[in-house]
């Protein structure tokens, strides 16, 4: 099946500091993939779209100079937490889109703790 | 742009009894939709999917659901329900031309008791 992986699963920074996740499709390749953000005990927000060789997309209200998108390879998105701040502590989840363009795939997300 | 609607926040039920958790959505566009279940701290595991053809879609556990287009709904359903099923349960759909890119219901917690 399709396999996508997030690292590091948690983490814990310190507040003004830049966190980098990985989002990595195993056994497929993603021109697609799809960043979302859970707060506890709610749904999952879509932040972005990342499309492989060109800029993200980004929903209203998310802030691109904060949450910087790298969709470099057809198998790895990154998601750069930037000047982290304690609100932006959260559940980050990524989703990748198999090339039969149907459904997307998630990873088991990361935890960010912003001390 | 789509919407999901997860009719209960909270579904209590007793062990070995059925359950039913509703979803309606809202698209003016074909649309593919989704049952996850989410254990604490963990990432999203797919349950089933209705992309096109059956109606009734089986998936894993023993759940199953089925779409009704005219009432545009997706409700998930299962026989008889175990403790381990306890978790929260999200429906999500997305438009069949933005495949991939899916709007989430606000979650149902489903709470088996012994």
């Known amino acids: 099946g399709a396999v996508v992986s997030q690292h590091p699963s948690w983490v814990i920074c310190k507040s003004g500091t830049s966190v980098k996740i990985e989002c990595r499709s195993l056994d497929f390749q993603a021109t697609t993939m799809f960043w979302y953000r859970q707060f506890p005990k709610q749904s999952l927000m879509l932040m972005a779209t990342s499309n492989e060789g060109s800029k993200a997309t980004y929903e209203q209200g998310v802030e691109k100079d904060k949450f910087l998108i790298n969709h470099a390879s057809l198998t790895l998105s990154t998601l750069t937490v930037t000047s982290a701040h304690p609100e932006d502590s959260s559940f980050y989840i990524c989703?990748?889109?198999?090339?039969?363009?149907?459904?997307?795939?998630f990873g088991q997300g990361t935890r960010l703790t912003v001390v | 742009a789509q919407s999901v609607t997860q009719l209960d926040s909270q579904v209590p039920v007793f062990e070995e009894a059925p359950v039913e958790l509703r979803c309606n959505y809202s698209s003016s566009v074909s649309v593919y939709l989704f049952w996850y279940v989410q254990y604490p701290n963990q990432g999203l595991q797919l349950l089933l999917k209705y992309l096109s053809g059956s109606t009734l879609v089986k998936g894993i556990n023993g759940f199953e659901a089925e779409f009704n287009k005219s009432q545009t709904s997706f409700h998930l359903r299962k026989p008889s329900v175990h403790i381990s099923d306890t978790a929260e349960y999200f429906c999500?759909?997305?438009?069949?031309?933005?495949?991939?890119?899916?709007?989430f219901g606000d979650g149902t917690t489903l709470t088996v008791k012994p």
């Open positions: 989703s990748a889109l198999t090339r039969m363009n149907t459904e997307a795939f």
């Open positions: 999500a759909v997305s438009e069949t031309t933005n495949a991939g890119k899916s709007t």
